[in-house]
């Protein structure tokens, strides 16, 4: 009777070897998976976060060369009658332009990756708006001559406030952005935090049967090579 029991043993035992062995192979294969999963979400979410924060930036970045502009103006208006000043700050009124222009080109490109987030609309609408502002700034200092200081006097009663809205609207747009952007980071973050709890979850439960089982077939060993003996 003891040959057959010791052969029990060693097919338990060999059983045992080789199921642990698969358990392994699949905890790996899992791991190695469940890695590359999150790694391929994390580039995709963190794709979108990056693109976000450029469109983010580009719209505080037009902002701030939109209030630059609206200084040179004010510039040309208090400084104008004197030649050289009407030259230096009517070139920065033109350069801001083309940086807001610019800054806004770039933003409306970065938006249209992220058309599901954001309405791109709203900022082809400021681009056309800040154009017209800046037409109707230059038309009127077409009729100005900067050696008459009553002339610029005049020319601020006309065109007093005209830029307010769209300061607005800069603002809100350039906050929204901001707000959208942190809200998309925070949601990132939450779902690669939830991916991982759920991969440690699965792994520790996983563990908790492996270490069952082993238990469970050294108990089973055990006892037949116990009961060999007798």
């Not at 801001?96 to 970065?110: E, F, K, M, P």
Request: a positive charge; glycine letters at 2%; proline letters at 0%.
């Amino acid at each position: 009777m003891t040959v057959p029991k010791n052969q029990t043993a060693k097919k338990a035992i060999t059983s045992f070897a080789l199921t642990w062995i698969f358990l392994l192979i699949f905890i790996e294969i899992f791991s190695l998976f469940s890695l590359w999963s999150v790694n391929k979400i994390v580039t995709i979410e963190n794709k979108k976060t990056q693109q976000l924060s450029f469109l983010s930036e580009s719209i505080w970045n037009a902002n701030a060369s939109f209030m630059s502009q609206i200084q040179s103006w004010k510039n040309i208006l208090l400084r104008g009658s004197n030649k050289d000043d009407f030259k230096k700050y009517n070139l920065d009124f033109k350069k801001n332009y083309n940086n807001v222009q610019t800054l806004l080109q770039t933003a409306i490109s970065n938006c249209n990756n992220e058309k599901d987030l954001f309405d791109c609309s709203t900022l082809v609408g400021i681009k056309n708006e800040h154009l017209e502002l800046n037409d109707n700034y230059l038309n009127a200092l077409t009729a100005v001559k900067y050696n008459k200081i009553n002339e610029f006097i005049q020319l601020d009663k006309k065109v007093r406030g005209i830029d307010r809205e769209l300061q607005k609207r800069f603002l809100n747009k350039a906050i929204e952005l901001r707000t959208i952007f942190e809200s998309q980071q925070k949601d990132f973050n939450l779902l690669v935090s939830e991916r991982y709890s759920n991969i440690k979850f699965f792994l520790l439960t996983l563990l908790l049967i492996a270490l069952s089982y082993i238990f469970i077939s050294l108990y089973k060993i055990l006892k037949i090579d116990f009961n060999s003996h007798k």
